[in-house]
């Protein structure tokens, strides 16, 4: 088996559809794009005009994110060759690999493995939900994105972008979810949201805890890891999909990120570069709009 | 409280709880002796977390490999188990005065360095079968053997904490055989797809046999078994 599996390699069942995280994002059914007048919030409520079709299509998302957080503890598991595994070592060498820059500590490989069954548990809770709430596999497409950040080479880059910048928006997407469940009076939703939650919290914290030990004395390899975690950050606001603002679906968690070891100022970051990127997707529309405009003219 | 040969008041009280019992309950046949020694039982538990650890990244590196849904969680579920048996024998190691966990923690010779990288080799989705033989049909009947032998001829008393580690993990391995061999069962649906799972299980098992199951020759006995009783 290869180290570092390519992403257009996943496998899927005859079910599922991948495309692009720009395809995804101009699917009609997502949250963001609509044709009705604009609203005041866009945030995920049950009284929102289209919030059975949105919740549904979060809840896909939120199904394959999970399976893709699964298939990335599990390559972390096997990707990196554990400190002191002189055997391992030995197989590295005689293929011609770098058998030292890639070495992880055993503990952290264990975090990793642990993440892999919690992220199966939230397979199969997502795939119980998305049957709850009327919707089925392959009902919306899967962007692969979530993966591509857990390809890095480096493993406390691929601790950064996974586990603080991806489960850090799961996060904020559980969180958006048990409000949903809470206001729309479904026990059965807000109960697993809730439960998820707590083991997305445990993740970032664990990649909070990683980074910090694993680049104690190597400030360069910290700087390069929150860089890629920023760059990941932005990524997953593409559009504004998450942020403070209400013309968001998706809050931000404030509370939780801080119980995962996020620091104030972390957060803050993360708020404004959720913002830029709304207001990016804003001033995107709004050129759309006007070409059309003209062209209609014409 | 110390024996004073006074006797407070027993009241209405029948049993004496001063009456002298026997150290070991009579049916307590726990036995002193073991087959194995310090060095001995510390060895195993090093070749067992090896072992261990190349499973549980194995199957943590197939989970983006197969297209089964149900296969791919439960490839999720079973990898963290394995990492926690090697997390066990880990934490074992320097119990048993080997304070550097890593000397010990290695495969049992070469054959089985070999078995490991044929039993990893399958990777295309189209090799499910492939990979849960070569996990649930060899590999974890083998630590079964290997874990059941040690727990059965280890001493029960002064080795009683590595005991206690393989009664939990051989749950899990029960549990997981039975988990693997049912999805082997429900993959294979042709004749060809038998010859397929038993052509690699016999490639694999020969490899085994060479390297004298997880620990060794002595595995589970005969030549090799080892330690001082």
Redesign the interface.
Known sequence: ??KF?PVE?????SRFNQVTMKDRMADPRSALVKDEPRQKSNRLVPSRPDASAAARGLMHGIFVGE?QA??G???????FR??????RRA?DDAHGEDSFADAVP?AL??D???Q??D???H??IS?KLSDWMGSE?GEFAENTVL?QAACSTDPILRLAGVNRALEGLAIDVFTTMKEFGDLAGDPYLEFCEDWMLADEVTHVKMGSDWLRRVTEHDPDRRKKALEFQSVVDKLFSYGGTRSDSQESPIGLARRFRELAGFTDDEVEDIAEVSLAALEERKASVARMQATAREFAAS | MPCTGVRPHLGGIVADPYKPRAPFAPWDRRELPGLFDVEESARRIGNYK?AE?KL??????????????DV??????H??????H??LW?KRLPELREMNP?RL???ANDAM?RFI?AM????A?EQTIEKLVGVYRVFIPHFIAAYTFHKNNTSQITDAPTIRSLQFILQDEFDDWRDGEMLIQSLIETPEEVDRAAAHQTRLEKLMIEAGGIAGPGSIGGAGAGGAS
């Open positions: 088996m290869r599996f390699e996943l496998a899927r069942d399976i699964l298939e503890a599990g390559r972390t598991c096997h990707d554990t400190a002191g595994d002189s055997a197989q055993f490989k264990l990793m493995a642990r892999a069954w992220e199966a548990r397979v199969e795939v596999i993966f | 090896w650890m549980f990244e194995a199957l943590g590196g197939w989970v983006a490999t197969v297209p089964e849904l791919k969680m439960r490839l999720g579920t990898c963290y188990k394995h990492a926690w090697a997390e880990h890593e923690t290695q495969p360095v990288e990893t080799e399958p990777e989705p």
